[in-house]
Nanobody
Framework: QVRPVESGGGLVQPGGSLRLSCDDPGSRFNDYLVGWYRQAPGKEREFVAV???????NYGESAKGRFTISRDKAKNTVYLQMNSLKPEDTSVYYCVAAEVGQQLTRGSWGQGTQVTVSS
């Protein structure tokens, strides 16, 4: 079973950038649909981005134009590059991996990584 692990969160100033990573060295991670969600305290979980095994991508409204999801198949890793960060991007970011044909949210979730955007 795939077990995604996120990394790369931290504290960044408004306007700054962060790159989150998600991988599972013990699985054929390249064979999974992989997405990012985020959840801030007191708010509902929000879809951020998804990438298919073929590299097709889709973004949530808050991510369009600022975030880029990509996958490095040689490293078996999916990245979320976040630019022009705003305080409202502060959340725990979760990676989720699903088998092809499986609904993304029913896949395997990571533990999350905290992103804080603050001056």
């Amino acid at each position: 079973q795939v077990r995604p692990v996120e990394s790369g969160g931290g504290l960044v100033q408004p306007g700054g950038s962060l790159r989150l990573s998600c991988d599972d060295p013990g699985s054929r991670f390249n064979d999974y649909l992989v997405g990012w969600y985020r959840q801030a305290p007191g708010k509902e979980r929000e879809f951020v981005a998804v990438i298919t095994t073929y590299g097709s991508v889709n973004y949530g409204e808050s991510a369009k134009g600022r975030f880029t999801i990509s996958r490095d198949k040689a490293k078996n890793t999916v990245y979320l590059q976040m630019n022009s960060l705003k305080p409202e991007d502060t959340s725990v970011y979760y990676c989720v991996a699903a088998e092809v044909g499986q609904q993304l949210t029913r896949g395997s979730w990571g533990q999350g990584t905290q992103v804080t955007v603050s001056s």
